[in-house]
Antibody
Framework: EVQLAESGGGLVQPGGSLRLSCAASGFTFSDYDMNWLRQAPGKGLEWISHIGSSGATTYYADSVKGRFTISRDDAKNSLFLQMNSLRAEDTAVYYC????????????WGQGTLVSVSS | EIVMTQSPATLSVSPGERATLSCRASQSISSALAWYQQKPGQAPRLLIYAASTRVTGIPVRFSGSGSGTEFTLTINSLQSEDFAVYYCLQYNKWPPSEFSFGQGTKLEIK
């Protein structure tokens, strides 16, 4: 069974930094690309970052480009999101997600971790 | 950028009845359309992909249809556990920055 578990969320001041982690199990982590998505309180879903299976390719939403960095450690079956220069509008539940395969949508999601940016 | 528009924003239906949710794309996305269900405090759950393919384990009362720009999620014989928010996602073009979600339809008990 595919399992994804995020951690690292919390309260941070505007301009601060936070590093999120996602522990994966139940599949060969190195075979799959991975993604981060988020959901602001009471709002819809937003994709924010992708990393390819080799780690060589990354993509970011314009809303986080230049401030967030996605990375992975296949030896530890882990996905990361380094978030810098945080803003109030980054307040959201952050999910890691895996697609079902090539040409498929996000199928497996973690339970999410809440990031609150406030002074 | 492809804009996904879901309607209605809120749908009130009685248990046992049928619910019909719509999702419209601003340009053709072929059949690259997925439907998710989200309950309060939970992660989204994938129900349907490729517009009409049900994920393993999803009850047969959930069905998807459409192609191009118009898509429908139909839920027959609504059960209490079906009342939730539903999102559509288009994933027609790569990279994922080209994907886009609808704003959601809240299905509530009438």
């Amino acid at each position: 069974e595919v399992q994804l578990a995020e951690s690292g969320g919390g309260l941070v001041q505007p301009g601060g930094s936070l590093r999120l982690s996602c522990a994966a199990s139940g599949f060969t982590f190195s075979d799959y690309d991975m993604n981060w998505l988020r959901q602001a309180p009471g709002k819809g879903l937003e994709w924010i970052s992708h990393i390819g299976s080799s780690g060589a390719t990354t993509y970011y939403a314009d809303s986080v480009k230049g401030r967030f960095t996605i990375s992975r450690d296949d030896a530890k079956n882990s996905l990361f999101l380094q978030m810098n220069s945080l803003r109030a509008e980054d307040t959201a539940v952050y999910y890691c997600a895996r697609r079902g395969g090539s040409y498929l949508p996000f199928q497996h999601w973690g339970q999410g971790t809440l990031v609150s940016v406030s002074s | 950028e492809i804009v996904m528009t879901q309607s209605p924003a809120t749908l009130s239906v009685s248990p046992g009845e049928r619910a019909t949710l719509s999702c419209r794309a601003s340009q053709s996305i072929s059949s690259a359309l997925a439907w998710y269900q989200q309950k309060p405090g939970q992660a989204p759950r994938l129900l349907i992909y490729a517009a009409s393919t049900r994920v393993t384990g999803i009850p047969v009362r959930f069905s998807g249809s459409g192609s191009g720009t118009e898509f429908t999620l139909t839920i027959n014989s609504l059960q209490s556990e079906d009342f939730a928010v539903y999102y559509c996602l288009q994933y027609n073009k790569w990279p994922p920055s080209e994907f886009s979600f609808g704003q959601g339809t809240k299905l509530e008990i009438k």
